[in-house]
Nanobody
Framework: QVMLVESGGGLVQAGGSLRLSCAASGRTFSNYIMGWSRQAPGKEREFLAAIGWSADNTYYTNSMKGRFTISRNNAKNTVYLQMNTLKPEDTAVYYC?????????????????WGQGTQVTVSS
């Protein structure tokens, strides 16, 4: 099993950028498909992006395409979420996730391994 720790959140002005990192412990990081989700106050958690072991195997929710980019470094056991042109509505707790399937990550299924989350606040 893998344990996930997010970092890189914070306060940023609208139009700015942040890069979130998720460090995974354990020797089986490369076995997992990794993803990012977020949960805004009063809203349900939503899927954002996922990446397979191969860096060119990615999947995004349509609303995030072009602004957010997911990547991973298997040598460092780390997955990243580069967020550009941030908007106040991007304010949320961002969660790293690991799963054996893209489908499970997209539907936020029950077998997903979650990190503790990192707060992102975008001011107008």
């Amino acid at each position: 099993q893998v344990m996930l720790v997010e970092s890189g959140g914070g306060l940023v002005q609208a139009g700015g950028s942040l890069r979130l990192s998720c460090a995974a412990s354990g020797r089986t990081f490369s076995n997992y498909i990794m993803g990012w989700s977020r949960q805004a106050p009063g809203k349900e958690r939503e899927f954002l992006a996922a990446i397979g072991w191969s860096a060119d195997n990615t999947y995004y929710t349509n609303s995030m395409k072009g602004r957010f980019t997911i990547s991973r470094n298997n040598a460092k056991n780390t997955v990243y979420l580069q967020m550009n042109t941030l908007k106040p509505e991007d304010t949320a707790v961002y969660y790293c996730a690991a799963s054996g399937s893209f489908g499970e990550l997209v539907k936020l299924g029950p077998t997903i391994l979650w990190g503790q989350g990192t707060q992102v606040t975008v001011s107008s």
